[in-house]
């Protein structure tokens, strides 16, 4: 077996493929008892020390790891993985990690954006069901969610005690059809004044935008969301297929 080429390039060009094979590493469970040192990470990264250190300061910049002279190189704090590739609520997607629940900061009935109700299938001055949620695992809140519902389902979850419940099971509940399938958008946006403060994130800090419109099993649009998520703490995840051209 030939003897390992050192990383090339610029040192900050090095830094950043060792920063993300490390972030990647974290992310999937390694070192519980902290990191090995530099001289250890510079053999396996082949790389100089110096370019460790960078990488390193680049993973403590985000928060991802502490560094102390006594103390080593810890995780200071690890993400939740957030599937995309199931239609699961946030109750199901973090089933056996702690408690979900939620703070109800508004549920209503509101004139529907013309955008909302196009997308909701709903004619011109028809309402519909506006819920807005600060949804916390265990106490750390995880995300923003202002959700619009088809008024006949709406309403009727409306009813139903929305703290401790995902809407999708509620949806199917009161529906007595299965959700489907769901279009959705990803994006990054910094977290607004309002958001900051409800996430407890620095005002612009990076936040994780899912817009999602679900859909029963009959193909009825009746659940549009947009989701605001601390990306300091989800990684989106999902499994592609490769379709032929």
Same mark, same amino acid.
């Given at each position: 077996?030939?003897?390992?080429?050192?990383?090339?390039?610029?040192?900050?060009?090095?830094?950043?493929?060792?920063?993300?094979?490390?972030?990647?590493?974290?992310?999937?469970?390694?070192?519980?008892?902290?990191?090995?040192?530099?001289?250890?990470?510079?053999?396996?990264?082949?790389?100089?020390?110096?370019?460790?250190?960078?990488?390193?300061?680049?993973?403590?910049?985000?928060?991802?790891?502490?560094?102390?002279?006594?103390?080593?190189?810890?995780?200071?704090?690890?993400?939740?993985?957030?599937?995309?590739?199931?239609?699961?609520?946030?109750?199901?997607?973090?089933?056996?990690?702690?408690?979900?629940?939620?703070?109800?900061?508004?549920?209503?009935?509101?004139? +529907? =954006?013309?955008?909302?109700?196009? !997308? #909701?299938?709903?004619?011109?001055?028809?309402?519909? *069901?506006?819920? &807005?949620?600060? @949804?916390?695992?265990?106490?750390?809140?995880?995300?923003?969610?202002?959700?619009?519902?088809?008024?006949?389902?709406?309403?009727?979850?409306?009813?139903?005690?929305?703290?401790?419940?995902?809407?999708?099971?509620?949806?199917?509940?009161?529906?007595?059809?299965?959700?489907?399938?769901?279009?959705?958008?990803?994006?990054?946006?910094?977290?607004?004044?309002?958001?900051?403060?409800?996430?407890?994130?620095?005002?612009? +800090? =990076?936040?994780?935008?899912?817009? !999602? #419109?679900?859909?029963?099993?009959?193909?009825?649009? *009746?659940?549009? &969301?947009?989701? @605001?998520?601390?990306?300091?703490?989800?990684?989106?995840?999902?499994?592609?297929?490769?379709?032929?051209?």
């Amino acid at each position: 077996m030939a003897d390992p080429v050192p990383i090339q390039g610029a040192r900050a060009d090095r830094a950043r493929r060792v920063a993300d094979v490390l972030r990647q590493q974290i992310h999937a469970g390694a070192y519980p008892d902290g990191l090995p040192n530099e001289s250890e990470l510079a053999t396996e990264f082949s790389a100089s020390r110096n370019t460790v250190r960078e990488a390193l300061g680049v993973l403590k910049h985000e928060g991802l790891i502490d560094r102390g002279p006594r103390i080593g190189t810890h995780v200071a704090q690890r993400k939740y993985a957030h599937g995309l590739d199931t239609l699961l609520g946030l109750k199901e997607t973090f089933n056996g990690q702690g408690e979900v629940r939620n703070q109800v900061r508004a549920a209503m009935l509101v004139a +529907a =954006p013309p955008s909302v109700a196009h !997308r #909701l299938r709903l004619g011109p001055g028809e309402h519909a *069901v506006f819920i &807005e949620r600060l @949804r916390y695992l265990g106490d750390l809140p995880l995300s923003l969610d202002l959700t619009y519902l088809a008024p006949d389902i709406g309403t009727q979850i409306l009813g139903h005690p929305l703290e401790d419940n995902d809407l999708f099971a509620l949806i199917e509940q009161v529906s007595g059809q299965p959700l489907g399938s769901a279009a959705l958008a990803l994006e990054a946006i910094p977290a607004d004044a309002h958001s900051a403060v409800a996430l407890q994130v620095p005002n612009g +800090a =990076p936040l994780l935008m899912l817009e !999602r #419109l679900t859909s029963l099993d009959d193909g009825r649009p *009746v659940d549009l &969301e947009y989701i @605001r998520m601390r990306g300091d703490r989800i990684t989106m995840r999902g499994n592609l297929i490769r379709s032929k051209p």
